[in-house]
């Protein structure tokens, strides 16, 4: 989502008007579900995606004619066979898309894609609201704890309770598209080795903000991890005096030896973490096992704890584990919105 509107903020610098088109509702086996967005301008695409395919060629080039026309629509995608309104494709299901127009005049635009970026570049959540209403040419606007309301937007909207997750309401007659735009919680890793090094790209690459702590200050840099939000040179015995972790962040343990493992698994089942996972052999995660028993936490504590860390695909090398244990992050990410 960052990435499109810093695609977006540089289209405006260019004069360049742009249509963000947006998957407002979905159902049955679609591409993508609500919420997907792509930038579209005269060029074609520039940024994002709501699913490629028949689905995407025909909304780029709606979004082209709603650049001629300078007023936002609303489109109602079928995607079942044998019907004069679908598109040919055989998945089922439907999408209503929503296609806005954005000015590169408008300097509202400009000012959420700077607050978007703050926001992203701080881990501040903040929200995206679309007005869907298809009588209306259409406003977007922007909302944070911080800036409050932005945009040209009735003002009984800050009375709203903003929540994780994308919803439409109904305000003085206009619907809108109100939408999260961050992941709340903070990946926070454990150890700068080699897997620690593997694991940051892949997991920035699928918008986990990530932090590596280490207390070796050889590798805690921006050589070694060009990718991380944060970098900290921290005690593994102590690191509550560095961080605190809330009960939306995860925790991955990854060190260099069986001793920070255990210390830092110790402090971790002492923290609100929605998850805790500890790299290892059998042998090695018996011995943590039975270590955590002897420190007197029960069973039922130590079972917090996803050991081994990652899903079971038989990873051996540091680009295979990065994967796996990405896989599942995304699996317990998906599950707070279920």
């Known amino acids: 989502m960052r990435k499109l509107f810093l695609r977006l903020g540089e289209a405006i610098k260019q004069r360049e008007d742009t249509v963000l088109v947006t998957v407002t509702a979905s159902s049955g086996s679609t591409p993508r579900g609500a919420g997907a967005r792509m930038l579209v301008s005269n060029n074609g695409r520039l940024a994002g995606t709501i699913g490629g395919g028949a689905v995407e060629f025909r909304a780029e080039k709606l979004a082209k004619e709603v650049l001629k026309s300078k007023k936002g629509r609303a489109e109602q995608f079928i995607l079942t066979p044998n019907n004069s309104a679908d598109l040919g494709m055989i998945c089922g299901g439907n999408v209503a898309v929503f296609f806005q127009y954005l000015s590169y005049k408008d300097p509202v635009i400009a000012i959420i894609c700077e607050e978007i970026n703050k926001h992203f570049a701080t881990n501040q959540q903040c929200w995206l609201i679309t007005e869907i209403t298809t009588t209306a040419v259409g406003a977007v606007g922007f909302y944070s704890l911080d800036t409050g309301l932005i945009g040209r937007l009735t003002v009984e909207l800050q009375k709203r309770i903003f929540k994780q997750g994308q919803v439409q309401v109904v305000v003085d007659g206009a619907t809108y598209l109100i939408e999260s735009l961050l992941e709340v919680g903070k990946v926070f890793i454990f150890g700068a080795g080699h897997v620690g090094q593997a694991v940051v790209p892949v997991l920035k690459m699928l918008g986990f903000y990530c932090v ?3 207390d070796r200050k050889a590798l805690v840099t921006k050589e070694f991890f060009p990718d991380a939000d944060e970098r900290i040179i921290a005690d593994l015995g102590n690191i509550a ?7 939306a962040d995860y ?20 923290t609100n973490a929605y998850y805790i996972g500890v790299m290892g ?3 090695k995660i018996a011995v943590q096992i039975k270590r955590l028993k002897e420190s007197g936490f029960s069973m039922a504590e130590i ?3 996803n050991m ?31």
Not at 241 to 247: G, M, R, T, V, Y
Not at 252 to 264: A, K
């Open 212 to 214: 590596v702590l280490d």
């Open 241 to 247: 005096e560095k961080i605190h972790i809330s009960e």
């Open 251 to 270: 925790a991955v343990v990854m060190t260099r030896g069986h001793q920070f493992d255990f210390e830092l698994a110790r402090q971790l089942l002492k």
């Open 281 to 283: 052999s059998k042998q």
């Open 303 to 305: 079972d917090r704890i």
């Open 308 to 338: 081994p860390i990652g899903l079971k695909i038989n990873a051996e090398t540091p680009a295979e584990l990065a994967i796996s244990v990405a896989g599942e992050l995304i699996e317990k990410r998906a599950a707070l919105s279920k």
